[in-house]
């Protein structure tokens, strides 16, 4: 059985792994330094956090994946959006139908959201094909980054 719940700080340990392995992954471009995927786990898991939400993905209750969302507001939508930060299932686990309800799931937790919006490189072809399925559609902008 598949279930989504919220991540707690006594999973950290269980979603490191998981984290680093996304962050060596093709589907993202640049390294991270380790510091700050911990720090962004801490913030993940912590309820007081009111930006990013950190979502822990288990089948038969063993974790097998994660996704970080954060909402904002966005001029050109007129509304509150969603930001997939990141959404990761282990490699058993893809194809299985539960990329779809991880995004059922968040339509439902945010119905106010006007759009949501997430990043994938030209090489993640398995997650192309799951998001277009799902309706979403590549904007042509250039990204910019500054960081501090």
């Known amino acids: 059985m598949f279930e989504i719940r919220d991540i707690a700080i006594s999973d950290y340990d ?3 792994p998981m ?3 996304f962050y060596h992954s093709s589907a993202v471009e640049h390294d991270v330094d380790s510091a700050i995927l911990e720090r962004s786990l801490r913030a993940a898991a912590d309820p007081a956090e009111p930006m ?3 979502l822990l993905l288990l089948e038969d209750g ?3 994946g994660y ?3 954060t909402r904002y507001y966005s001029a050109e939508v007129g509304a ?3 930001m997939f930060e990141e959404l990761y299932f282990k490699e058993s686990c893809r194809g299985k139908g539960y990329g779809t309800r991880v995004f059922q799931y968040v339509m439902a937790e945010y119905p106010d959201c006007g759009r ?3 990043e994938v490189t030209d090489a993640n072809k398995g997650a192309i094909r799951l998001y277009e399925r799902l309706g979403f559609r ?3 902008y250039g990204q910019m980054v500054l960081d501090r």
Do not use: S
Request: aromatic share 8%; proline share 0%.
């Open 116 to 118: 949501i919006r997430l």
């Open 67 to 69: 996704a970080y969302v």
């Open 52 to 54: 990013l939400r950190g």
């Open 19 to 21: 984290v680093q392995e």
């Open 62 to 64: 063993a974790a097998v």
């Open 80 to 82: 509150h959006c969603l």
């Open 138 to 140: 590549f904007l042509q």
């Open 14 to 16: 269980t979603v490191l």
